[in-house]
């Protein structure tokens, strides 16, 4: 866990970063205005040496319309 435990963390934002390889799942919260393309994640377990599976992304706050686009704010 630790190799995927240091390329997480290295990612901008990540916060609270919990790492089990027996559930096989890292779980985090990123910072207030950071962001965190599923790609980005993906390859930094990739380079860590594991296979990345899927992403669940759980969020608290709200969904706004703003300019046309639908935004998340916390």
Do not use: C, H, W
């Not at 901008?12 to 089990?20: A, D």
């Not at 799942?25 to 910072?31: D, G, H, I, Y």
């Amino acid at each position: 866990s630790y190799g995927v435990n240091k390329a997480l963390t290295r990612l901008e934002g990540v916060e609270n970063l919990k790492v089990s390889l027996e559930k096989a799942e890292a779980t985090f919260s990123l910072a207030p205005g950071k962001e965190l393309k599923p790609e980005v994640l993906r390859k930094a377990v990739s380079q860590a040496g594991f296979t990345p599976r899927d992403i669940f992304i759980m969020a608290r706050g709200n969904v706004v319309a703003a300019d046309g686009r639908l935004m998340f704010q916390p």
